[in-house]
């Protein structure tokens, strides 16, 4: 079973438009990751968020996590055409590292 | 190279068939990993090894199998082809095991038929 769960699955939004996608989770975590994959690519890391911080900013990502509510959300803003990709969250459990099934964001020029 | 490379970039293969694919890394990691990623489930670990001689059993072990002879390369085989197997396999480093950022390779493209 998925440890973390991503929601909306798919979300499209005007060029310049800020994007918020969540990540809900089952366990208690260490960190919480952020990747992103363009399509027909591998999976790149964006952010790392680690269970005692409360919101992390780079660039122009910013992410909260809540343990008490077991969710994450990630914020793109200003977003570009290049941000179209499919992105994932993930908590570590024992030697694995559970991805939720994405969400895929469309950014229209 | 830089990075994480795998070959081949995609295969066709008959059920029944043994494979097997290559992965290597030059970034000196400890650890090395091995998913497949099929449309609607997401990522899912098969193999990891948390450094050279070392290798363990993720979520979805079966019908795979892996060998760690060395820090840069980390195959992963699969002896007899079935066409549940049809995926694409992406092989990931990380200089800890599981607790920090994962470098992703760019991805084999399995067909078993």
């Known amino acids: 079973s998925q440890q973390g769960e991503e929601d909306p699955q798919a979300l499209s939004i005007q060029e310049g438009e800020n994007a918020t996608m969540n990540c809900s989770y089952k366990?208690?975590?260490?960190?919480l990751q952020w990747y992103r994959q363009n399509s027909g690519r591998g999976l790149v890391h964006l952010i790392l968020?680690?269970?005692?911080?409360r919101e992390k900013h780079s660039g122009r990502l910013r992410v909260t996590l809540d343990t008490s509510k077991k969710s994450s959300s990630l914020l793109i803003t200003a977003s570009r055409a290049a941000d179209t990709a499919s992105y994932f969250c993930?908590?570590?459990?024992?030697?694995?590292?559970?991805f939720g099934t994405g969400t895929r964001l469309t950014v229209i020029p | 190279i830089a990075g994480i490379t795998q070959a081949p970039t995609s295969q066709i293969l008959a059920a029944g068939r043994r494979m097997t694919l290559r992965c290597t890394q030059d970034?000196?990691?400890?650890?090395m990993y091995w998913y497949r990623q099929d449309l609607g489930l997401g990522l899912r670990l098969i193999h990891y090894?948390?450094?050279?001689?070392?290798?363990g059993k993720g979520e979805v072990p079966d019908g795979y199998s892996v060998s760690r002879a060395n820090t840069d390369d980390f195959p992963l085989t699969l002896a007899s082809a079935v066409p549940s197997q049809t995926s694409v396999y992406f092989c990931?480093?990380?200089?800890?095991?599981?607790?920090?950022?994962?470098?992703f390779g760019p991805g084999t493209r399995l067909t078993v038929l």
């Open positions: 990931a480093s990380s200089a800890l095991p599981t607790a920090g950022e994962q470098f």
């Open positions: 968020i680690r269970s005692n911080e």
């Open positions: 970034m000196r990691h400890n650890a």
């Open positions: 090894s948390n450094t050279a001689g070392t290798t």
């Open positions: 993930a908590t570590p459990m024992a030697n694995n590292l559970f």
């Open positions: 366990t208690s975590i260490n960190n």
